[in-house]
Nanobody, 117 residues
Framework: QVRLEESGGGVVHAGGSLRLSCTGSGFVFSGYAMSWYRQRPGQKRELVAGLRRADGEIEYGDAVKGRCTIDRDDAQNTVYLEMKALKPDDTAVYYC??????????WGQGTQVTVSE
């Protein structure tokens, strides 16, 4: 059974930092591109950061460039999202996403991040 389990969400003050983790199981983690998406209240789900393979290509959403870092540890089947200088506008449910470069896509259940003033 495929699972993506996010953790690390919570409430943080504006200007603070947070680190999200997502651990995968039930699939060959190293063969998947891993990404973080978020859905802000009343808005569409959007890309936060994507790490296409362990050796490389990274993409960040425009709203978080310079404030987020994505990383992965294939030995631990885990992808991380480090966020800093958080703003109230970063309040969202953050979702872990796995893609096998083909037809398989998996989503986590999401973790809530709330940034207070």
């Amino acid at each position: 059974q495929v699972r993506l389990e996010e953790s690390g969400g919570g409430v943080v003050h504006a200007g603070g930092s947070l680190r999200l983790s997502c651990t995968g199981s039930g699939f060959v983690f190293s063969g998947y591109a891993m990404s973080w998406y978020r859905q802000r209240p009343g808005q569409k789900r959007e890309l936060v950061a994507g790490l296409r393979r362990a050796d490389g290509e990274i993409e960040y959403g425009d709203a978080v460039k310079g404030r987020c870092t994505i990383d992965r540890d294939d030995a631990q089947n885990t992808v991380y999202l480090e966020m800093k200088a958080l703003k109230p506008d970063d309040t969202a449910v953050y979702y872990c996403h796995a893609w096998n470069y083909g037809p398989l896509i998996y989503w986590g259940q999401g973790t809530q991040v709330t940034v207070s003033e």
